[in-house]
């Protein structure tokens, strides 16, 4: 599977199209606070876990998708209104973060 297209559908949702023809959307919220890069996220090193501390909600331009850029032939890195860029969305991060109805009812059971 492989993103082959990703456009903004609203000023707040972008349209992910993949290589097996699921078409998905995600917030910009979601997106942002689903960033994985270790900041965020967290980290295990050499067995010890630290864990992120992603910057608050009223951060000023914490949501506003600036670019966008593919990283190989595995992810996407993402910058944001507020600067932070570190955060590789591998393609299995994006599916992951899928929020249409068919994704969310494969992760949900409803």
């Known amino acids: 599977m ?3 297209r990703l456009k903004r559908a609203s000023e707040a949702a972008v349209e992910f199209q993949w290589s ?3 078409v998905g959307q995600c917030s910009l919220k979601s997106l942002r606070d689903g960033c994985p890069c270790a900041g965020c996220a967290g980290e295990t ?3 010890r876990s630290y864990p992120g501390s ?3 909600d009223d ?3 914490k949501y506003e998708l600036v670019a966008a850029e593919v990283v190989g032939n595995y992810a996407v890195q993402m910058t944001w209104g507020d600067g932070h860029r ?3 969305y591998t393609w299995e991060v994006l599916r992951r973060l899928c929020e249409c109805p068919a ?3 494969a992760r949900t059971g409803y």
């Open 86 to 88: 570190e955060g590789l």
């Open 2 to 4: 492989k993103l082959t």
């Open 45 to 47: 090193v050499l067995m």
């Open 20 to 22: 097996d023809g699921h």
């Open 103 to 105: 994704c969310v009812a």
């Open 59 to 61: 951060v000023p331009g």
């Open 54 to 56: 992603p910057a608050a």
